[in-house]
């Protein structure tokens, strides 16, 4: 048995998913993006005015911004890799027609992590522009040269979501588990990561979130975008790094023992 990856058939899964995508992403496109970008209007915009201190006004949009931005590259691999991966997989039965052929269980792994990180690409890069489009209207969101180096790290953050994603699904057999997954793991680091006040007001706040990939996430965004780049961002990086190095170690495994009877 083939022991690495075979280049020609992770790109055809990957071309299969673009293929799909392009005739369904208006539809897909409207939880995965929108979302961020209404709590970036509704809370920058309007709990902002609101606030006294450093973050009053423009500067809270100015703080939640990058942090949203994060979120969203989270978002857009998360929904691939958790229902859109289970649906293939299990109801379609995609995968079993996938190894019908002399794909192997590893070429369809990162195929589709390779498709969960240009989704997850693309909406923190759509956002990213949002943000822009808020420093024309003076909010200053975005005022460092470092955040050319956004677009790698929102791959990096996509692909870490979509490897835990990839490692969650190949460990249920029931769809409805998934509403554990959001309810219990992506809202609770949407909320305490960072992107909506710094979470050392809580005790011991600082030490869990360091401990979830999120609030990396937000750190890398928020100090790429306003030239706050130090030792903590680089830890950070390092950390998203090393999770998703360990995550693709085991996720080819589980899924060939799930696929493979």
Known sequence: MRAGFDPAIVWAVWMRNFTVYRRTWVMNILPNFFEPLLYLVGLGLGLGAYLEGPLHGPAYVAFIGPGLMAAAAMNGASFETTYNMFVRMTFSRLYEAYLGTPALVQDVVLGELLWATTRALAYGCAFLLV?????LAGYRVVTSWW???LPPVLALIGACFALIGQCFTSLIRVIDLYAYYYTLFLTPLFLFSGIFFHVSRFPFGEQIAWCTPLYHSVRLCRGLSQG???LEQ??????????????????PRRLRERLVR
């Open 131 to 135: 943000l822009l489009g808020f420093d």
């Open 234 to 251: 680089l830890v950070s990086a390092l950390w998203l790094l090393g999770v998703s190095a360990v995550l693709f170690a085991i996720v």
């Open 228 to 230: 706050a780049v130090g």
């Open 147 to 149: 955040a050319l180096a």
